[in-house]
């Protein structure tokens, strides 16, 4: 078996959505998904998170993103179905705002367990 991550110089902090501990598959899957550079430093925060799930501000604070650089990205990846629109909210500390509260999309089953309807 080729070993994907070799075979593409694949190394921590590579803008595929994988762990270096997942197995073959998961990189080959993480390989067929086009995610733009961006996308993955979004993705990888929301992941990041687990259950939890994050809001734009979180997102931009634990990326170093700016709020118009980060925002725009979180669509596609709902899109594509990488992340999942929680349909909560929660107040953003800076501006009290109410903003959406996003998973990545392995996490759902842990947040609808903690979130029952």
């Known amino acids: 078996m080729v070993n994907t991550r070799e075979r593409l110089g694949m190394t921590n902090g590579s803008s595929v959505p994988a762990r270096d501990s997942d197995p073959e598959t998961s990189w080959e899957?993480?390989?067929?998904?086009?995610?733009?550079?961006?996308?993955?430093?979004?993705?990888?925060?929301?992941?990041?998170?687990?259950?939890k799930g994050l809001i734009a501000e979180?997102?931009?604070?634990?990326?170093?993103?700016?709020?118009?650089?980060?925002?725009p990205r979180v669509r596609p990846l709902l899109n594509k179905k990488l992340l999942i629109d929680t349909g909560y909210t929660r107040p953003a500390q800076d501006s009290n705002r109410?903003?959406?509260?996003?998973?990545?999309?392995?996490?759902?089953?842990?947040?609808?367990a903690d979130h029952p309807e």
Do not use: M
């Open 58 to 71: 979180d997102i931009c604070r634990i990326t170093g993103l700016a709020i118009q650089t980060c925002t």
């Open 29 to 51: 899957a993480a390989l067929s998904i086009n995610v733009p550079h961006l996308e993955s430093i979004v993705y990888k925060a929301v992941h990041g998170a687990g259950a």
């Open 98 to 112: 109410s903003q959406r509260i996003v998973i990545a999309a392995p996490f759902l089953e842990a947040w609808q």
